[in-house]
């Protein structure tokens, strides 16, 4: 098993917390974001996933993309741990909270957007960070409202243990803290992210622990 993985991605970050989780130890291949334009875009990465982005996983030929899909795989392949209730409702909560930063926040402040600001609209610097805050801000404000009502939230986003929803929240958490967003607003999301990142598998997923952290 091989992850196409880059130490400050998100979306990879994602990924590496459920496969430690899940105590899967994939051979990590660095792809740099930044250098030579993006290595993304070379023509040997894109000749493997022709979306040109981060992470994909290699399950011996076997190729998945995007972080949900590869989590999911995961999931069916490795099913304990599990980061997904047995309960119907309790999976669609967690699905619904995961898919609440992966669709909702995270598109609209990765890399090639906050590059498309600035390259191609020419916004400033602070144009760029005003952007980002607004969208992040937008996103955990529901989320931090959902979390705080809902009886099913614990030491995690649903229970006590590390779901789906934890493995997303977390990388978003740090992405925020990376472009100086006053997250004190969001005590329950900060809760639960200081909770996540005691255990050993997010500790050992986080991007300042990567082989490839620079």
Same mark, same amino acid.
């Given at each position: 098993?091989?992850?196409?993985?880059?130490?400050?991605?998100? #979306? $990879?970050?994602?990924?590496?917390? !459920? *496969? &430690? /989780?899940?105590?899967?130890?994939? %051979?990590?291949?660095?792809?740099? +974001?930044?250098?030579?334009?993006?290595?993304?875009?070379?023509?040997?990465?894109?000749?493997?996933?022709?979306?040109?982005?981060?992470?994909?996983?290699?399950?011996?030929?076997?190729?998945?993309?995007?972080?949900?899909?590869?989590?999911?795989?995961?999931?069916?392949?490795?099913?304990?741990?599990?980061?997904?209730?047995?309960?119907? #409702? $309790?999976?669609?909560?967690?699905? !619904? *909270? &995961? /898919?609440?930063?992966?669709?909702? %926040?995270?598109?609209?402040?990765? +890399?090639?957007?906050?590059?498309?600001?600035?390259?191609?609209?020419?916004?400033?610097?602070?144009?760029?960070?005003?952007?980002?805050?607004?969208?992040?801000?937008?996103?955990?404000?529901?989320?931090?409202?959902?979390?705080?009502?809902?009886?099913?939230?614990?030491?995690?986003?649903?229970?006590?243990?590390?779901?789906?929803?934890?493995?997303?929240?977390?990388?978003?958490? !740090?992405? &925020?803290?990376?472009?100086?967003?006053?997250?004190?607003?969001?005590?329950? +999301?900060?809760?639960?992210?200081?909770?996540?990142?005691?255990?050993?598998?997010?500790?050992?997923?986080?991007?300042?622990?990567?082989?490839?952290?620079?």
């Amino acid at each position: 098993m091989k992850l196409y993985t880059y130490f400050r991605s998100s #979306a $990879a970050y994602r990924v590496r917390i !459920a *496969l &430690a /989780l899940k105590g899967l130890q994939p %051979i990590m291949i660095p792809v740099h +974001l930044l250098r030579d334009g993006g290595e993304q875009s070379s023509p040997e990465y894109l000749a493997l996933n022709r979306q040109g982005l981060i992470p994909a996983l290699d399950d011996d030929g076997t190729l998945v993309t995007q972080s949900m899909a590869i989590c999911e795989y995961l999931e069916e392949i490795q099913p304990i741990p599990a980061l997904l209730p047995a309960d119907p #409702a $309790a999976r669609a909560r967690v699905r !619904a *909270l &995961a /898919l609440a930063i992966a669709c909702e %926040i995270h598109p609209l402040n990765n +890399l090639r957007v906050l590059n498309y600001l600035t390259g191609t609209l020419g916004l400033s610097e602070a144009q760029k960070l005003a952007w980002y805050h607004h969208w992040i801000r937008l996103g955990f404000s529901a989320l931090e409202a959902q979390l705080a009502a809902e009886s099913t939230s614990g030491k995690f986003c649903h229970g006590d243990a590390p779901t789906l929803a934890d493995v997303f929240l977390v990388p978003q958490v !740090a992405n &925020a803290r990376r472009f100086d967003l006053d997250l004190s607003a969001f005590p329950t +999301l900060l809760r639960i992210d200081a909770n996540c990142r005691e255990l050993p598998a997010f500790i050992a997923a986080a991007p300042q622990n990567q082989a490839d952290a620079v």
